[in-house]
Nanobody, 122 residues
C-alpha cells in the first residue's frame, strides 16, 4: 500500500520553473515505478513522465521532453518533477502515481495522489 501527496504547484509566468514533489508513505515506495500525469479542464488525463523503481530509466511525453525532469529519491520516499521553460499549455492539475513498472498508461498505476494545480500565465 502506498499513499501519495503532491505539493509544489502554483502560479508561474511563461518561461518560469516549478518543482513538484510527491511524498510517499508505505513500505513499497522503493520498489515502485512512479509516473506523473496531468489533466487540463475538459481534457483527458495525459502522461507526462515516468521513472523506474531504481531511478535508472525514465520516459517523457514529447510535449515536455527537454523541459521536464523526473527523479526519485528512495531514501526520502519522494519523487520529483522539475519543470522548466513552462508554457501556458502546461496548465493542468498534476498527479503522481505509483505502479509496478514504468508505463505511459494511467491504467498501469495502482496508487494516485490528490493532484496539485499548476497554472502558467502568458
Amino acid at each position: 500500500q502506498v499513499q501519495l501527496v503532491e505539493s509544489g504547484g502554483g502560479l508561474v509566468q511563461a518561461g518560469g520553473s516549478l518543482r513538484l514533489s510527491c511524498a510517499a508513505s508505505g513500505r513499497t515506495f522503493s520498489s515502485s515505478a512512479m509516473g506523473w500525469f496531468r489533466q487540463a479542464p475538459g481534457k483527458e488525463r495525459e502522461f507526462v513522465a515516468s521513472i523506474s523503481w531504481g531511478g535508472g530509466s525514465s520516459g517523457y511525453a514529447d510535449s515536455v521532453k527537454g523541459r521536464f525532469t523526473i527523479s526519485k529519491d528512495n531514501a526520502k520516499n519522494t519523487a520529483y518533477l522539475q519543470m522548466n521553460s513552462l508554457k501556458p499549455e502546461d496548465t493542468a492539475v498534476y498527479y503522481c502515481a505509483a505502479g509496478r513498472g514504468m508505463s505511459s498508461s494511467w491504467h498501469n498505476y495502482n496508487y494516485w495522489g490528490q493532484g496539485t494545480q499548476v497554472t502558467v500565465s502568458s
